[in-house]
């Protein structure tokens, strides 16, 4: 029997606002002491009052939007309550049966070929605070308790952990393209609960899945899930298929998920209307006003750079999987033409560099470097120089040049001296090049680059070489 492998994936993004959800408190709290982000809204104290923060719904909006979901004109928030130390309302608000977007697509390549997979909605919620267990016990900060998150969860249409990994890091491109959210897994804000199933090939029903849990790495992702489809086909095969739904817990040390408990259902959570939230409604003017424009997405900059640009795969890829790189790439093209010198010396230089969004290279920076390399001003090592240059303590292009003496002398008076010389000196070498032997040009080249300091335009040099030993 062979079996088809089924996988969902719901996904946790927090939203990039200055403060939470339902509060004015900061929602960078990153590093930050415990409980020092907090307020009676967060906590979750009696008779506190909760009012929606605008900036969070506009960018589930723009999100929504660019996973080509459809926001929804009418939408309202839930209580669904469930105890945990961490969540101190003892319930989220979040939304149940009338998210805030529907019904989106999400393309993405995989070993070359193109799919679309299924959005089924995009909804609002808050996050919970952390319980942090140590040798005091458990300890709980409330810090996170409230930042605003979007839950998306997908169709049941990726067929692999590959694939699965695929779609999560082409869906933080699209969220970061949009601002909604910075998605750093490693500060926590983007996390992937991942449901798989396995059924024979041909049979079309869906069987009980494993929903494994707060995954954070795209590695985690695909480790998991591999994992979860060894052990069920292993069940498979010996007539004992998973019954019940179940959650899943997994261990990257042992790179095993365990059971940690049966999948609730939503009758668990008894959902009901959130009394202190208003619903939401849209018209579709509002709509679009409070979306606004949207940038153009990393896909499309891909395909774009592929084909238009005329960019390697690896380089259009790169250059177009996070928005500062592009805009800074964009930028550059502005002021040079020279696309593949461009991208070139940003992928092998500047991104080299590993702060280099904090230093003082700019896109003109580039763009004058090409400038001066398609002159023969300064040869390649010149130009990667400049900008190493610039990159480890600032400075401008002409000024990093004269410094460091990085002129290429192109002037072809002071070259045939330099030649002369050269050739006086190395007569053995010039019989054997008219005896035939060819080679000696290279040690030739290298004299004179050699008299020159390392200073002369060695493509000149070649060829004024040339040119005298033929006569
Ligand atoms: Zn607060």
Redesign the pocket.
């Known amino acids: 029997m062979k079996l088809e492998v089924i996988i969902g994936l719901e996904i946790h993004a927090q939203l990039a606002t200055a403060s939470?959800l339902w509060?004015?408190?900061d929602n960078d709290a990153f590093g930050a002491k415990p409980n020092t982000r907090?307020?009676p809204?967060?906590c979750g104290f009696p008779g506190m009052l909760p009012v929606l923060n605008k900036e969070a719904l506009r960018l589930a909006m723009r999100a929504s939007v660019a996973l080509g979901c459809e926001i929804q004109s009418f939408s309202k928030f839930d209580r669904k309550n469930y105890f945990y130390p961490d969540l101190p309302n003892g319930y989220q608000i979040s939304q149940y049966d009338k998210p805030l977007a529907l019904a989106g697509k999400v393309e993405i390549i995989h070993n070359g070929h193109h799919k679309k997979i299924g959005i089924t909605r995009v909804h609002l919620e808050n996050d919970a605070g952390k319980s942090i267990h140590n040798e005091q016990g458990t300890c709980l900060d409330f810090n996170r308790s409230?930042s605003p998150l979007i839950e998306i969860v997908t169709e049941p249409e990726l067929r692999s952990p590959e694939e699965a990994s695929i779609f999560a890091q082409e869906l933080q491109k699209i969220i970061r393209a949009v601002g909604a959210s910075d998605a750093d897994m490693e500060k926590g804000m983007m996390r992937f609960d991942a449901s798989i199933s396995l059924r024979p090939e041909g049979d079309t029903s869906l069987y009980p899945r494993a929903e494994i849990k707060n995954l954070n790495t795209f590695s985690g992702l695909e480790k998991a899930l591999t994992f979860e489809i060894q052990r069920q086909t292993a069940l498979w095969k010996k007539n004992e298929r998973p019954e019940k739904e179940t959650t899943r817990g997994f261990d990257e040390s042992t790179g095993k998920t365990k059971l940690m408990r049966q999948k609730e259902s939503a009758d668990d959570y008894r959902y009901f209307p959130e009394p202190d939230v208003p619903p939401l409604r849209f018209t579709e003017k509002e709509r679009d006003e409070m979306v606004g424009e949207l940038p153009e997405l990393p896909l499309e900059k891909y395909m774009r750079y592929k084909n238009e640009l005329d960019l390697s795969d690896a380089e259009a890829l790169r250059l177009s999987e996070e928005p500062r790189l592009a805009d800074f790439f964009e930028s550059a093209l502005k002021e040079s033409k020279h696309t593949r010198k461009i991208a070139n010396l940003l992928l092998s230089v500047v991104l080299a560099h590993s702060d280099w969004e904090k230093t003082e290279i700019k896109p003109s920076h580039l763009a004058e470097v090409v400038a001066l390399l398609e002159s023969g001003t300064v040869s390649s090592t010149g130009a990667k120089q400049i900008l190493e240059t610039i990159l480890e303590s600032g400075g401008e292009v002409k000024e990093v040049l004269h410094t460091l003496g990085l002129e290429q002398v192109s002037d072809t008076k002071q070259l045939e001296e330099w030649i002369d010389v050269v050739l006086e000196e190395n007569e053995g070498m010039v019989a054997q090049f008219h005896a035939g032997k060819e080679k000696v040009l290279g040690s030739l080249i290298g004299q004179v680059m050699k008299r020159s300091g390392g200073s002369a335009n060695p493509p000149m040099v070649q060829q004024i070489l040339k040119d005298r030993l033929k006569k």
């Open positions: 939470k509060c004015g408190c907090i307020c809204v967060c409230g």
